[in-house]
């Protein structure tokens, strides 16, 4: 059963709205564009596992797509999937771009067009998302849940420029 739905990011939504408004020669513009194309990037990564996750029987998993918790701090999970024996974490990565995980420094670097970007280790993130996730259990007094965590590389989905 789908919990919480995937839904567009907010800051997406206000990025378009912001788009419509601006000038089209506003200095502001590009930068905007990008973020817009990075958040869509990420949604539709997403969207990709909302396939996969229809073939779960309805009445035995729980999805929450995007969730936002708060331990001591607040923390986002993209995709947490729950059952009577278990919980699954989901970090989901939408890239096209080589990735190289960097085990000795836990780095991990985007490459393309022999030009690299350093990017967020998504083993280390979800797996804080893990621990953050048991201490949130723990408040509510839910105790021994298996907590499984993985990484989802998507990168069938190219953003255009014009989001107007």
């Not at 513009?29 to 969207?47: F, M, N, Q, S, V």
């Not at 993209?78 to 096209?96: P, T």
């Given at each position: 059963m789908i919990v919480l739905p995937l839904k567009l990011p907010i800051i997406?939504?206000?990025?378009?709205?912001?788009?419509?408004?601006?000038?089209?020669?506003?200095?502001?513009?590009?930068?905007?564009?990008?973020?817009?194309?990075?958040w869509l990037k990420g949604y539709y990564g997403e969207k990709e596992c909302v396939y996969y996750l229809s073939f779960l029987p309805e009445d035995k998993y729980y999805i929450f797509h995007g969730i936002r918790l708060t331990d001591k701090k607040a923390?986002?999970?993209?995709?947490?999937?729950?059952?009577?024996?278990?919980?699954?974490i989901a970090?989901?990565?939408?890239?096209?771009?080589?990735?190289?995980?960097k085990k000795e420094s836990n780095h991990v670097i985007k490459e393309f067009n022999n030009e690299e970007e350093g990017i967020q280790n998504p083993i280390l993130?979800?797996?804080?998302?893990?621990?953050?996730?048991?201490?949130?259990?723990?408040?509510?007094?839910?105790?021994?849940?298996?907590?499984?965590?993985?990484?989802v590389i998507s990168k069938n989905f190219h953003v255009g420029r014009d989001h107007t």
């Amino acid at each position: 059963m789908i919990v919480l739905p995937l839904k567009l990011p907010i800051i997406a939504l206000q990025c378009m709205a912001l788009l419509r408004r601006l000038p089209k020669n506003h200095l502001m513009r590009p930068t905007i564009e990008r973020d817009l194309r990075a958040w869509l990037k990420g949604y539709y990564g997403e969207k990709e596992c909302v396939y996969y996750l229809s073939f779960l029987p309805e009445d035995k998993y729980y999805i929450f797509h995007g969730i936002r918790l708060t331990d001591k701090k607040a923390f986002q999970m993209d995709l947490l999937v729950v059952s009577q024996s278990f919980a699954l974490i989901a970090e989901v990565k939408n890239v096209s771009k080589k990735l190289i995980f960097k085990k000795e420094s836990n780095h991990v670097i985007k490459e393309f067009n022999n030009e690299e970007e350093g990017i967020q280790n998504p083993i280390l993130q979800v797996k804080r998302q893990r621990m953050q996730f048991i201490n949130w259990l723990e408040k509510r007094l839910i105790k021994g849940l298996p907590i499984e965590r993985l990484v989802v590389i998507s990168k069938n989905f190219h953003v255009g420029r014009d989001h107007t």
